[in-house]
């Protein structure tokens, strides 16, 4: 019963002790951040798709040739004022796989600084603007590969870390539809036992297409008890020899 009695009131002791420290030495948030999208009243919102162990957000959806604009803002914490040598907006386009180890690529980075060497004692907004950003690829999520755009604002510190908070959004791009998009004929089976043959109506089908399709028998010298048809989404990630693949 004791033990019942005093771990709770340790337990409770270390966490007023460490929070106590942190405060003393800096450590800890010292300012809330949050980027806020124009027009968001009027733009679409998806849910991203996430990996089991993150949570679903919900971001907005922007053509490639959308200019990206909004305003951050930056709140201190306890409504003290923090130092900074700077406070800086970047647009970031990035590419990030994850089969082997987890490796990131930009492939499209704007930076706009935002306010010189100052400090932050109370509320502050800041306007951002990016109107010309290449954007020419289209968001995925995906098993092991994540194509991403993302606004990281930044202020930077001296003597401490960073405050740093990043806002994703998505991306869709309008493609012409291909001028040749013919339909599709293959042939499986074993040879003087079962032949069949498959065909699809096209070749090349948008995500939320429906696929047309006849299978045609055209020898059959077995019992067949059973058939099922399947539509596979598989993933292919790097070239030649070192392409990895998951379904």
């Not at 032949?195 to 696929?211: G, M, P, Q, T, W």
């Amino acid at each position: 019963e004791r033990v019942q009695i005093w771990l709770p009131l340790l337990s409770s002791v270390s966490f007023l002790m460490a929070k106590a420290v942190k405060k003393l030495f800096g450590f800890g948030p010292v300012a809330t951040v949050s980027i806020e999208f124009n027009d968001m009243d009027t733009r679409r919102v998806i849910d991203m798709p996430a990996k089991d162990d993150e949570e679903v957000q919900r971001v907005p959806v922007f053509r490639g040739e959308e200019a990206i604009s909004g305003r951050i803002v930056i709140t201190p914490v306890d409504g003290k004022r923090f130092e900074h040598t700077g406070i800086k907006v970047e647009l970031i386009g990035q590419i990030v796989l994850s089969y082997e180890r987890v490796e990131k690529r930009d492939f499209t980075s704007v930076v706009r600084q935002l306010e010189p060497a100052g400090e932050v004692s109370s509320e502050r907004v800041l306007e951002f603007d990016f109107p010309t950003v290449d954007k020419q690829f289209d968001s995925y999520a995906g098993l092991n590969a994540q194509l991403r755009y993302f606004v990281r604002v930044t202020a930077v510190r001296s003597y401490a870390s960073n405050v740093v908070h990043e806002q994703e959004f998505w991306v869709e791009n309008d493609f012409p539809e291909p001028e040749s998009n013919n339909g599709i004929k293959m042939e499986v089976g074993i040879e003087d036992f079962l032949h069949i043959e498959f065909e699809y109506d096209r070749s090349k089908y948008l995500l939320n297409d429906v696929v047309l399709g006849k299978v045609y028998f055209i020898l059959t010298r077995l019992k067949i008890k059973h058939m099922e048809l399947a539509v596979v989404r598989r993933e292919s990630i790097g070239s030649g020899p070192n392409v990895y693949n998951e379904s």
